[in-house]
């Protein structure tokens, strides 16, 4: 019994070093790489790494290939075809949010241009974001930030304006919670209990990518 | 005569303006539900009859080929108004426009998990690093300078460069169809499911040969006339020939497969050990 844990630690330390030391461009292990490296048994390695991330607030993530997402338990197959990462598991408060490198008005316009292109089916020219954006940024940050947006993996945009959702919001957005957060919201009309300033105080734009 | 003609013109005038609300459709800047597909096949059916040019039956071939995409999308919207997803585009344009800054951030920190990762050295990772620093080669002697005989200046012919093997016998294009046209038929009599071997299909009785032919088996691969399927859990590499050349090249972002044709390797399929 006592061997069986140990082999499963060992396992797990590996899990661990692949999924949160970057190995590619883009963060994230490939479900093949894991069955190479932990054998074919990975998925309950996960499972153990998941359940052992709980008490530190994060978890295992799996992103399907796009649009395939299995209704019911996934094969090896669609495993080692998808994408795994490391993501926080609960919510960040809007004074951590600052902490990690986001200004408010900038993850208030990322939302916008994400729930935006759910609504549309996934793809909407980036003319429309602008305008959409430009109602409450300055005109001057509208460009700057979309640009962002895509440069980190949010946002992606083809040769005719058209922008879509990305691999990183495929992997950190819970796509349906926020439409439905979004539209349980009720219109705000005092001012919010947590004092955020959107000014730049204290606040350094983080360029991770 | 002059009446055909001028149903001629009509008919590509209308079959014209059909692509363009097709296109706009494509691009979302029109709802897929405005184009009544019934009524644009019936145009497109009243038509074809007349057409004896190839201009003309590519207009008509064009017109349902965008027809196929709108009809695409008709689909898509439906799946996705069954779907949970779905939500009244108005409605959340609406709830979007209506909510504050701070609002929307609440919102969407309710629903975003961001990524954590770890871009520091390890112990582990600069011990490797050093043990391969000091297995390395210097420069001096890992790329010794060639020592180029000096030789007379004079005049060759393409004739001469052929024998020489620094040209080919045949225009480039010529020999990549040609190679094409092999990867088909090898794929028919060797192959499975469309694909074969990578190496099965590279093989040539010298190493010189098996290089010229990865070569142009590369440009194959390159310009869309075939494609690699690899396997990475059994580290197999097949090749699938295209019966057209495909026209996504250049309009994805491609990727290049590094795979080694060397002599070791040569030899290795030579002994069938390499599959």
């Known amino acids: 019994m006592r061997k069986r844990k140990g082999f499963y630690a060992s396992k797990m330390k590996r899990a661990t070093h692949m999924l949160f030391y970057r ?29 052992y ?33 490391i993501t926080l598991r609960g919510k960040l408060t809007p004074k951590e949010s600052k902490m990690i490198g986001w200004r408010i008005d900038d993850l208030a316009g990322l939302a916008v241009a994400i729930s935006y292109i759910i609504s549309k089916k996934g793809q909407v020219p980036r003319k429309d974001i602008e305008e959409l954006l430009n109602k409450k940024l300055p005109g001057w940050k509208v460009g700057l930030n979309i640009d962002r947006y895509i440069r980190y993996g949010y946002l992606q ?53 | 005569m002059q009446a055909k003609k001028e149903q001629k013109k009509f008919g ?3 079959l014209q303006r059909i692509i363009e609300m097709c296109m706009a459709v494509e691009n979302r800047k029109a709802d897929p539900f405005l184009l009544d597909v019934d009524d644009v096949i019936r145009v497109v059916k009243e038509y074809f009859p007349q057409w004896e040019k190839a201009d003309d039956l590519n207009l008509d071939s064009e017109a349902i080929h965008h ?6 999308l008709q689909s898509e919207w439906v799946k996705h108004r069954s779907t949970s997803l779905y939500t009244d585009p108005f409605l ?7 909510a504050g800054t701070e609002e929307m951030l609440e919102v969407f920190l309710g629903a975003w998990h961001p990524l954590v990762e770890l871009e520091q050295l390890s112990i582990h990772s600069l011990a490797e ?7 390395l080669l210097p420069l001096k002697e890992r790329w010794p300078e060639l020592a180029v005989p000096e030789v007379a200046i004079r005049i060759t012919s393409r004739d001469e460069l052929i024998r020489e093997r620094i040209l080919g016998d045949k225009v480039f294009s010529e020999e990549l169809e040609y190679h094409w046209q092999d990867l088909k038929e090898k794929v028919k009599e060797k192959g499975a499911e469309g694909k074969m071997f990578y190496w ?17 088996t590369s440009f194959l691969i390159t310009y869309g006339y075939a494609t690699l399927v690899i396997l990475p859990l059994e580290d197999e590499v097949f090749i699938r020939p295209f019966e057209k050349p495909s026209a996504k090249v250049g309009t994805q972002q491609s990727i290049s497969i590094p795979i080694a044709v060397n002599y070791e390797n040569w030899q290795k399929w030579k002994r069938g050990e390499l599959h």
Request: a negative charge; aromatic letters at 8%; proline letters at 3%.
């Open chain 2, 12 to 14: 590509r005038e209308k």
């Open chain 1, 23 to 51: 190995r590619h461009k883009k963060p994230g292990v490939k479900g093949w790489e894991l069955h190479k490296a932990l054998g074919v048994d990975y998925p309950k390695v996960l499972s153990i790494l998941d359940d």
């Open chain 2, 67 to 72: 027809l196929a995409s709108v009809i695409k």
């Open chain 2, 129 to 135: 690093a050093t043990r391969y620093w000091d297995g």
């Open chain 1, 53 to 85: 991330l709980k008490s530190l607030d994060l978890q295992v993530k799996t992103v399907f290939e796009e649009e395939k997402t299995p209704t019911e338990k996934p094969s090896l197959d669609e495993l080692d075809k998808a994408r795994f990462y």
């Open chain 1, 157 to 209: 945009q083809d040769d005719n304006d058209q922008l879509y959702l990305d691999w990183r919001t495929h992997a950190e957005v819970d796509e349906k919670a926020l439409i439905d957060l979004l539209l349980r919201s009720e219109v705000q009309t005092t001012l919010p209990s947590e004092n955020i300033s959107t000014d730049e105080e204290g606040v350094e734009e983080q360029e991770g990518e």
């Open chain 2, 92 to 98: 959340l344009e609406e709830k979007i426009l209506q």
């Open chain 2, 200 to 216: 099965d299909f590279i093989e040539a009785e010298t190493y010189e040969e098996t290089v010229q032919r990865a070569f142009l």
